[in-house]
């Protein structure tokens, strides 16, 4: 078995002695990967250099994987990460044109750093490596790793959703971007949809088409196509969830909320999760539903993610103050209807959390995958399980079809169906949630990262 060498913008390290219980289902099947196989994890060290070239990569062995960091500098982190990726890249593939702001700066500036990144990373490579990279800031460095003479065999997964035509045309770079993935051997997606709106580009630009076998021509380039629809470690969450009930945080947790149903959210504050449509959503629910009133909490954690991209920090004004105002509104001095927290929990603490709450609102307006639906039904009682409401615009909808599925632009069909959830009885909730658990226990995160390598492989 060849080696592998993974990319990834971001490389969670485990502490010394393994902190396998913060890592997330992803980390913890690469990390098995790499185990297994011995390789190398590269990417950014989440650090700057200031103005100054970045030094040399900083090397850690742990066991038979060795993981490589290097710093960028201020430019290279402006540009590339909070410039191109999160200011392009990421609105454009969560379909918001009015967000995207486009700097020929900043797409130098994504372009260059790929080149760095390929430039470091070449020299670590074996012939017969396996390289595997993740993710929407590195799409360009398989073609120069190629420039630079590599031949080994490179897969790309896109974790994010992949926008039809009409919106990934509106980025001045889409051709060099299209062209970037047909560099690779094999190119990972979510979902069927994200597949097809990425053969309709090809097919629009006439770059190319679908050719039959999951292959595709672009160009004068051959590479595969799939769907590979990301798992999460199924069986290990669900014993998180099943012992979590003795974890103090959650005793505490469970004696404040007292008797009254739990509706819980839980995503990064991001305006792709639709936290704003569903806050309108929980309150239209309690007004047109006086009976639940003071009978449920809604718990909303939500921690900061790239507060120095201004709209989320802008976000993190909105929510806020939606959160206070609906509390204003409905509170009485013993009931507050939303706890709106922003601070990250460790998995069995949220493992114990999502198996607390009779509703589980996943309602992003665009999402790749969603891995928090995914968890919220591997951590419930299987005696008693609580209900997924889920967005039909998040990767997740295609597979959990036992979910209640809802339009999160829809706010009163979103309100009816928290209603829905909170009175469903007993056997229809085991139905589906035994519907959606026997799906998550075969298609775990293992079996994602075995599919993928073993057709990147073929
Ligand atoms: P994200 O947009 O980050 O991921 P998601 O799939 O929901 O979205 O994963 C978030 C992860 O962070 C989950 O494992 C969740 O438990 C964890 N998390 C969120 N809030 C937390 C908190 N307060 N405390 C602790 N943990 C928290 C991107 C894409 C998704 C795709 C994934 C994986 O945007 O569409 O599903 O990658 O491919």
Redesign the pocket.
Known sequence: MSRLVVVSNRVPVPEKGGAAASA???AVALLAALQERGGIWMGWSGKSSGDNEPGPLSVEEQGKITFALTDLTEKDVDEYYFGFANRVLWPICHYRLDLAEYGRKEMAGYFRVNRFFAHRLAPLLKPDDTIWIH?YHLIPLAAELRQMGVKNRIGF?Y???WPPADVLFAMPVHEEIMRGLAAYDLVGF?TDHDLENFAGCLRREEMGDAIGEGRFMAGDKIFKGGIYG?G?ETAAFARFAEKAGHHSLVTKAKESIEDRDLIIG???L?Y??GLTQRIDAFERFALANPAHQRKVTYLQ???K?RSEVPEYEQMQRTVAEQAGRVNGALGTVDWVPIRY?N?????PV?AGLYRMAKVGL?T?LR???????K?YVAAQDPRDPGVLVLSRF???ARELRGSLLVNPYDIEGTANAIARALNMPLDERQDRWQRMMDYLLEHDVSRWCDDFLKDLAA
């Not at 601070?343 to 998995?347: F, I, L, M, T, Y």
């Not at 999402?367 to 639906?373: E, S, W």
Request: hydrophobic share 40%; net charge negative.
């Open positions: 997330g289902g992803l993710d997964f974790h994010i959703p979510q990301i999460i839980v995503d990064r991001d792709s999760k954690v939500t921690p993610s927290i601070r990250s929990v460790s998995r949220l996943v992003p999402d790749g995958m969603n891995l928090v639906a968890e998040a990767g997740a």
